[in-house]
């Protein structure tokens, strides 16, 4: 019965790279039990899942992604199939788009008490509804959120050269200097970059194609209006 779902897996981590990683992607605890991504549609949260997986796993058979809104998990169950699968031996599931699954919240509860010693880990696009999950999963579940890209992930991107972060301290006590290395460091093309970073750079998808770039962003907040708003208040669009 899970076959399905290994196949789907498969495809999709075939297709994601490892280079580059969110700056949220090591600051995260992917032990703990319960973990939860949130944030806008289009930030890489799918793409993070699939990363952790691909590092740090060998097969969908140890920890499985599925996506919530896939026909087939509504038509079987998020406890059906997060039974089925941690009897069978897997050891986490990744739920993504879960807030696309009525009343997935109770069910992500049920799973975290029936069965101690697995994992999961659920993303959502739909901040309000995973905020308003987590007051059924009380302590059980940890949130994290994801924003757009920032500035220095953008110039990590478009130059390949890695950037460290900087505290805000550091920016005010040492901004001359820390400016002057980071020219050097990139060859005094920030500017242009951030000319462009403003354009169509706060999303990784800009990757897809910067001619496309604004026909997506305008698909992305149509979605938000359409499915992500009404689905916590209940209204229809």
């Not at 058979?61 to 031996?89: T, Y």
């Not at 006590?173 to 460091?185: F, I, V």
Request: some cysteine; charged content about 25%; aromatic content about 10%.
């Amino acid at each position: 019965m899970l076959d399905q779902f290994f196949e789907i897996h498969a495809r999709l981590a075939e297709n994601v790279g490892t280079r580059f990683k969110r700056f949220l992607f090591d600051r995260m605890d992917w032990n703990v039990r319960l973990l939860a991504l949130v944030g806008p549609r289009g930030v890489g949260k799918t793409t993070m899942l699939l990363q952790h997986y691909k590092e740090t796993f060998d097969s969908p058979e140890q920890c499985l992604f599925v996506s919530a809104d896939n026909i087939r998990v509504q038509a079987m169950g998020l406890f059906e199939l997060a039974s089925e699968f941690f009897k069978s031996g897997g050891g986490v599931l990744m739920l993504d788009e879960v807030h696309k699954y009525a009343g997935w919240a109770l069910e992500v509860k049920n799973i975290y008490d029936s069965f101690p010693k697995a994992r999961m880990v659920v993303s959502g696009s739909s901040t309000l509804d995973i905020l308003a999950g987590r007051a059924d999963l009380s302590r059980r579940m940890l949130v994290h959120r994801l924003p757009c890209l920032s500035f220095r992930e953008f110039l990590t991107l478009e130059t390949g050269t890695a950037l460290d972060s900087l505290t805000l301290e550091s920016t005010l006590s040492s901004h001359t200097k820390l400016a002057s290395a980071l020219l050097d460091k990139l060859g005094g093309v920030v500017s242009a970059r951030l000319r462009d970073y403003f354009s169509f750079g706060c999303y990784p998808f800009y990757l897809e194609g910067r001619q496309g770039f604004h026909s997506r962003l305008e698909n992305v907040l149509e979605k938000i209006v359409s499915d992500d708003i009404p689905s916590v208040y209940g209204v229809r669009p």
